[in-house]
């Protein structure tokens, strides 16, 4: 069983920077990979960024890279986001997941066992 909760959302302008958390519970957390997702009103949740279970590897959805990068302290049972370059287009709700596929560099969304209740980001132009 994993618990996870998010924190590090905010108002921000756009260019500016924020770093999201998501704190886990349970004693398999350094054995799940981890995603964020991101949900915008009348929307349907996106994949944001995955991270392997040892930090082996990730990778972003397009429409971020470049700009956000996930990363992950098994010490501290946490993932993070560091959003950077912000857009108005970014504003969302975020939640992170645990997929227990650890070793897999790419997960479907239906793989993901875990999730957050979420962060708002908005964005302001």
């Known amino acids: 069983q994993v618990q996870l909760v998010e924190s590090g959302g905010g108002l921000v302008q756009a260019g500016g920077s924020l770093r999201l958390s998501c704190s886990a519970s349970?004693?398999?957390?350094?054995?799940?990979?981890l995603g964020w997702f991101r949900q915008a009103p009348g929307k349907e949740r996106e994949f944001v960024a995955r991270i392997t279970w040892n930090a082996g590897s990730s990778y972003h959805a397009d429409s971020v890279k470049g700009r956000f990068t996930i990363s992950r302290d098994n010490a501290k049972n946490t993932v993070y986001l560091q959003m950077d370059s912000l857009k108005p287009e970014d504003t969302a709700v975020y939640y992170c997941?645990?997929?227990?596929?650890?070793?897999?560099?790419?997960?479907?969304?239906?793989?993901?066992?875990?999730w957050g209740q979420g962060t708002q980001v908005t964005v302001s132009s």
């Open positions: 997941a645990a997929d227990p596929r650890g070793r897999s560099v790419y997960g479907d969304i239906s793989w993901y066992n875990y």
């Open positions: 349970g004693r398999t957390f350094s054995s799940y990979a």
